[in-house]
């Protein structure tokens, strides 16, 4: 596609309900990132995968927090049991993954709100 | 210390002034280097990037890269009233592909007609 697509936009969700957001990356990207963004702050890194491999996972919060990308392109970012300090937009990225190309673009992110 | 090191703002620049926007970042391995944009509600769009020492320009943007003193910065010249917005600056340990990028907690700027 054109650009980095996430779904839903907005997501409400109970306490204690599980949630899944999906990115779809540039095509053809190899490098895709998964960012977690408070209200005034700047977007935290969760996770990285480079391809289907998830390299990086250090940033994910708590074992409540899962990713994958099973055949290297969609990703989904999944949430179980949400607590409210889980609210934030979850931002994708992804990158070519070319050698010299690190450059990341951001889809429009998910706004989730745990009430 | 954080990662990526930020002035938090809000920084107020009349209109037609030069803007300069800093950062500095802790890890001497890192080899690329961003500034995003970030409107309210929206999400970051990337406006530059650096990899070498030394200045890079694309139209009324200058970027700045100091590895020796790890320090980035961003200049823009002939602020508009649209520049007003959050400034991202981002470094990326990977040369080759991109790996972990660590982002800081932004500078607003606000221009004032």
């Not at chain 1, 969700?13 to 949630?19: H, L, M, P």
């Not at chain 1, 949400?82 to 951001?106: I, K, M, N, P």
């Amino acid at each position: 596609g054109a650009g980095v697509s996430q779904s839903p936009r907005y997501k409400v969700a109970k306490r204690g309900q599980d949630v899944a957001l999906r990115c779809d990356p540039i095509s053809g990207h190899v490098s895709l990132f998964w960012y977690q963004q408070a209200l005034g702050q700047g977007p935290e890194f969760l996770t990285y995968f480079q391809n289907e491999a998830q390299l990086d996972k250090s940033g994910l919060p708590s074992d409540r927090f899962f990713a994958e990308r099973p055949e290297g392109s969609v990703s989904t970012l999944k949430i179980q049991r949400t607590q409210q300090e889980d609210s934030a937009v979850y931002l994708c990225a992804s990158s070519s993954g070319r050698q010299g190309d690190t450059e990341a673009f951001f889809g429009q992110g998910t706004r989730l709100t745990v009430v | 210390q954080k990662e990526v090191e930020q002035n938090s703002g809000p920084l107020s620049v009349p209109e037609g002034a030069i803007a300069s926007l800093n950062c500095t970042y802790s890890d001497r391995v890192s080899q690329s280097f961003f500034w995003y944009r970030q409107y309210s509600g929206k999400s970051p769009e990337l406006i530059m990037s650096i990899y070498s020492n030394g200045d890079k320009e694309d139209g009324r943007f200058t970027a700045q890269l100091n590895k020796a003193s790890q320090y980035v910065s961003l200049l823009i010249r002939d602020s508009q009233p649209s520049d007003s917005a959050t400034y991202l600056c981002a470094v990326n340990k990977g040369y080759s592909s991109a790996s972990k990028i660590i982002f800081g907690s932004g500078t607003r700027l606000s221009i004032r007609p």
